[in-house]
């Protein structure tokens, strides 16, 4: 089994920062990804959950939703299990609970599937205009 614990996230006005991270423990895979899914105000839980970010090991390279991109960094500590989300300009729009998944495959495998084996228990990002 893996646990997943979340942290950083919170209240912020518009144009803000926050940065997640996401630690995992327990099983451990040679090669895996980790990443970030968020769930917008509305929807029931486990529907409609959104790809952001993830981050496959090895090799490190991030990939970034569109909705995203060159406003939020997804980044991975292989050393700690830890992957990482820089949200900077934060818009109303990002407002969500942000979920970490993490398992064995490729950020093309968490796309495809909407999200790994395993998933935090999310933290809540608000962004206030």
């Known amino acids: 089994q893996v646990q997943l614990v979340e942290s950083g996230g919170g209240s912020v006005q518009a144009g803000g920062s926050l940065r997640l991270a996401c630690t995992a423990s327990?099983?451990?895979?040679?090669?895996?990804?980790m990443g970030w899914f968020r769930q917008a105000p509305g929807h029931p839980p486990g529907k409609e959950r959104e790809?952001?970010?993830?981050?496959?090991?090895?090799?490190?390279?991030?990939h970034h939703a569109d909705s995203v991109k060159g406003r939020f960094t997804a980044s991975i500590d292989h050393d700690k299990r830890t992957v990482f989300l820089q949200m900077d300009d934060l818009k109303p729009e990002d407002t969500a609970v942000y979920y970490c998944?993490?398992?064995?495959?490729?950020?093309?495998?968490?796309?495809?599937?909407?999200?790994?084996?395993?998933w935090g228990k999310g933290t809540q990002v608000t962004v206030t205009s």
């Open positions: 327990g099983q451990t895979w040679s090669d895996y990804a």
């Open positions: 790809f952001v970010a993830g981050v496959s090991w090895p090799g490190g390279r991030p």
């Open positions: 998944t993490v398992g064995y495959g490729t950020v093309l495998t968490m796309v495809r599937k909407g999200g790994m084996d395993f």
